[in-house]
């Protein structure tokens, strides 16, 4: 019994071990894509590939194709990291001292893709605006869990729950979108 559990326990991790060098690999070669150099870029688009495995395979139960879910993960790589990258648009656009700046560093562009493409039948849309929610949803939990300090809001703890509540529905609502198309 126990050489079962120890023999299944060392399947998973190798399985773990398998999927974290391919995140650390296509983060890698996304970095590339786009030019990124720093450690912090780095560590978000990384946490947001990695959520984005995850992400595609709680679709694996609904009875969908290997190729569709492999499919839905690879056309989903360049929104997710665009969503990883977009909070971090305020550097430039405000300059340092407007970083984290709470509409930036909020839900809000996403819910307006979703508004926006609400009408859409389309898989393909409902694919790439849900995968940058996902990617938006993990750089806002990253930050909460950096513990990022949100402008204009007071206390480190109100900033917490802005960042997780903002990332968890991101992460939510690209779920259900998308849910609904495949």
């Known amino acids: 019994m126990n050489k079962d559990i120890a023999q299944k326990s060392k399947q998973v991790l190798f399985v773990l071990t398998g999927f974290l060098m391919l995140a650390i690999s296509i983060n890698f070669v996304i970095l590339e894509f786009f030019d990124q150099k720093s450690s912090y870029r780095t560590a978000h688009s990384l946490v947001g590939i990695i959520l984005l495995m995850g992400f595609v395979y709680t679709f694996s139960g609904n009875k969908i194709s290997r190729a569709k879910l492999i499919s839905l993960f690879l056309i989903s790589l360049i929104p997710c990291y665009l969503g990883t990258v977009f909070s971090d ?74 960042l997780g509540v903002n990332g968890m529905l991101c992460i939510l609502s690209a779920k259900i979108n998308l849910s609904h198309r495949i």
């Open 89 to 162: 648009l305020d550097i430039s656009l405000l300059g340092i001292g407007g970083h984290r700046n709470p509409i930036f560093h909020s839900g809000i562009l996403f819910f307006i893709f979703l508004i926006l493409t609400k009408k859409s039948d389309s898989y393909m849309v409902s694919a790439l605006v849900s995968a940058f929610g996902v990617g938006l949803g993990s750089h806002l939990i990253w930050d909460m869990f950096d513990k990022g300090d949100v402008r204009w809001i007071p206390g480190g703890t109100l900033d917490t729950v802005w």
